[in-house]
């Protein structure tokens, strides 16, 4: 009866204008309710609506986030059992389930996260049509460890944040394979890699150095290089070498892949402001990523950029 009910008021949000908010407001007051987890199941499991699976994947995000958690304890194997069935979308729907994984492991103890990081990837490698799912889950884990809308503790999601940063080995491997499935997969594995890199900055060690300044007072960051540089080896990662050599030959790439390989270069230039060896081949994989692309890019804007300048200035005779 209780799932009737839902499925009644999430057609009445979305059919019934004159009665918008009240069927609004039930719903809402239904996240609230303990009772919603069992209800959710029943809707996930048994409908074929895509409204009535989003709802149900949105009122797991609405209670992990707020810290209402189940009653079973970990829900984590019930949310990976809820993805194989969305491993092909709706998005929206995998989106949220995925978005429900990740929180649900902020309100873990810290000593589970390694095994949590690596079951999950593990169940989600297994299979060629989980691959977009896994992209997925790797761009959300970055993005959620700093959504202050899971109200955990700034020190658990912190040590979240650690935790996940000392397998990012293991991400970027399983980021590698799975760009090589296609184009898309390509695409999603670049921007997770983005994700993954802008994430090094959670280290406590880094984001201490940066915060330093080389004089009382001054407002320039002191010199930094995240642990990822330092150990060497970013300038020859897979994904990092196919950045920079798409961005050469920018002429011939779609703009989509583009965009996420731009992503991945200012995300490893953002890493370090030190001319250390290690310090040096990034910086110059990206450099001459960079001229070579804009090689390419200024024939075909040249028209457009003599007519824009000013006819007399030295940036037109140089032109």
Not at 43 to 51: G, P, Q, Y
Not at 158 to 170: E, K, V
Not at 232 to 261: D, Y
Not at 293 to 318: C, F, H, I, K, V
Request: glycine share 4%.
């Amino acid at each position: 009866m209780a799932a009737a009910q839902v499925v009644l008021h999430v057609h009445g949000l979305h059919k019934d204008f004159a009665n918008t908010h009240a069927h609004s407001t039930w719903l809402q007051q239904f996240q609230q309710a303990p009772e919603a987890w069992a209800v959710v199941h029943e809707l996930l499991t048994r409908s074929n609506e895509e409204v009535v699976h989003y709802f149900a994947s949105h009122t797991l995000v609405t209670k992990l986030q707020a810290g209402h958690l189940p009653s079973t304890g970990s829900c984590r194997q019930e949310l990976l059992q809820y993805l194989s069935n969305f491993w092909r979308g709706p998005l929206a729907v995998r989106r949220q389930l995925v978005i429900a994984l990740v929180d649900s492991a902020l309100w873990q103890p810290p000593v589970e996260d390694a095994h949590w990081l690596a079951d999950c990837v593990r169940r989600m490698s297994e299979n060629l049509e989980a691959v977009p799912c896994l992209l997925e889950f790797l761009v959300t884990i970055p993005e959620e460890s700093a959504n202050r809308k899971v109200v955990v503790a700034a020190q658990r999601r912190s040590q979240f944040a650690s935790n996940m940063l000392q397998h990012t080995n293991m991400v970027m491997d399983s980021l590698c394979k799975a760009s090589q499935t296609n184009e898309l997969c390509a695409v999603g594995a670049l921007r997770a890699c983005a994700r993954w890199l802008h994430l090094q900055h959670a280290d406590a060690a880094l984001r201490a150095k940066k915060k330093s300044s080389s004089s009382v007072g001054g407002t320039a960051s002191g010199p930094f290089t995240a642990d990822l540089v330092r150990r060497g080896g970013v300038h020859e990662n897979p994904l990092v070498k196919q950045a920079a050599q798409t961005l050469s030959n920018i002429g011939t790439t779609s703009l989509e892949l583009c965009r996420a390989c731009a992503d991945v270069l200012c995300e490893v230039h953002g890493l370090t402001n030190e001319s250390t060896p290690e310090a040096r081949a990034v910086l110059l994989l990206v450099v001459h990523a960079v001229i070579a692309g804009s090689r390419q890019l200024l024939p075909a804007t040249q028209a457009n950029l003599e007519t824009w300048m000013d006819q007399d200035s030295e940036l037109t005779a140089r032109a």
